[in-house]
Each structure stands twice: as C-alpha cells, then as structure tokens.
T-cell receptor, first 115, second 118 residues
Framework: AQTVTQSQPEMSVQEAETVTLSCTYDTSESDYYLFWYKQPPSRQMILVIRQEAYKQQNATENRFSVNFQKAAKSFSLKISDSQLGDAAMYFCAYPKRGSQGNLIFGKGTKLSVKP | DTGVSQDPRHKITKRGQNVTFRCDPISEHNRLYWYRQTLGQGPEFLTYFQNEAQLEKSRLLSDRFSAERPKGSFSTLEIQRTEQGDSAMYLC????????????????FGPGTRLTVL
C-alpha cells in the first residue's frame, strides 16, 4: 500500500528560527508530485509547496523550501524565519498511483511557533 | 470570494438521521473531491468527480454514503442513517484538469463541514 509517514506529531520553533518537518513516502512510480499542505486552526487547507519528482532541484517558495531525496523517498519541509502565522498542522501528500489525483496524506505535524 | 465553499460549516445530528452537505467548487474547475478527516489524522479520500461523472470511490464510502454532482458544478454528499463513527470533518476540494502528460493535481480545499453525531 502507498503510505506517507510523518514521524513528528508535534514540533515547536522559536519565532525567526528555522524548523524542518520530515516526511517519507512509499511509491513505485518514477514520476510524481509531492505536496506540503498547511491547515491553520481555521481548518482550511492550503498548498504550501510542491515538488516534481523528475526535477532534481529542490522547490522553494519564499521562506519555504524542501529537501527532496528521491532514492530515500524523503521529502522534508524547511521553514526559515518562522513567523507566528506559520503555526498550523502541516500535511505531506502525494497522488495515489493509478488514481485521478486523489491525494494520500500523512497524519500531519502540528507546528507551534513561540514568540 | 472565488474559493471553494461548503455548507453548512457545522452539523449536529442524532444517530440514525440523514444529513446532506454541499460543496461549491471554484467555477472553472472540472474536478471535485471529497475527503474525510478525523481528529488527529490527515484527510482520507472518499470520492472524485470529473464534471458530473463520479469516477472513483474509496472503500470508505459505504452504501450509506452517496455523492452527486448533477450539473458538473456543485456537489452534495449525503449520509443516511448516521452513526457515531461518521463524526468527522468532511472536506471538499476542486482542481483544474491535468497539465501535460503527468497529472499535476493542485487541489484547492474548502473550509469543511464538521459533523457531530450524537
């Protein structure tokens, strides 16, 4: 079965510091997308960053970047210069093989940001 | 606001009652997804529509669950004879069609409907 594992149920970071959230996954596909979604306390999920597996370069979106290790099936999210608004649940996800894109999510990591 | 909307935001019902949720996707999106999220878990896929056609259903979608998207626009999710185990957040997401040969599926989520079955 395809799985996504987020081994850190909770993480905490000091404001302005850097934090890395880990994610591993299991797929036999060679080309696929990977996603990090953020779910703030208001519960509406938004896309933070995406990575295309065939691209070697790690994706970056402002303060958010990924460390994509394809051979290790690892896809971690780094948040630099953490802000109070970054506090949320973060979910790693990727499309289920053979599906029309329905996403398999990890259990999430709850990130707290301390002022 | 042109995002995904869901109605109602909260629903409390008694066990055995039927409930129906509505999702309005982003207008130009032809794909619509329903997910269920229980406390402490990530969302789990329930079903998928391409326009008005329901093309994929999860094993989680028991025969008490039915979803429709009659005109390829809004969608409804009905749960019949609700059980306490149905208590969860029901999320709707929409996306545009695929781009190129690889399915790139950025999904835009609604705020969810929180169902509590007493």
């Amino acid at each position: 079965a395809q799985t996504v594992t987020q081994s850190q149920p909770e993480m905490s970071v000091q404001e302005a510091e850097t934090v890395t959230l880990s994610c591993t996954y299991d797929t036999s596909e060679s080309d696929y997308y990977l996603f990090w979604y953020k779910q703030p306390p208001s519960r509406q999920m938004i896309l933070v960053i995406r990575q295309e597996a065939y691209k070697q370069q790690n994706a970056t979106e402002n303060r958010f970047s990924v460390n994509f290790q394809k051979a290790a099936k690892s896809f971690s999210l780094k948040i630099s210069d953490s802000q109070l608004g970054d506090a949320a649940m973060y979910f790693c996800a990727y499309p289920k093989r053979g599906s029309q894109g329905n996403l398999i999510f990890g259990k999430g990591t709850k990130l707290s940001v301390k002022p | 606001d042109t995002g995904v909307s869901q109605d109602p935001r909260h629903k409390i019902t008694k066990r055995g009652q039927n409930v129906t949720f509505r999702c309005d996707p982003i207008s130009e999106h032809n794909r619509l997804y329903w997910y269920r999220q229980t406390l402490g878990q990530g969302p789990e896929f329930l079903t998928y529509f391409q326009n008005e056609a329901q093309l994929e259903k999860s094993r989680l979608l028991s025969d008490r669950f039915s979803a429709e998207r009659p005109k390829g626009s809004f969608s409804t999710l009905e749960i019949q004879r609700t059980e306490q185990g149905d208590s969860a957040m029901y999320l709707c997401a929409s996306s545009p069609g695929t781009s190129g040969g690889l399915s790139y599926n950025e999904q835009f989520f609604g705020p969810g409907t929180r169902l509590t079955v007493l």
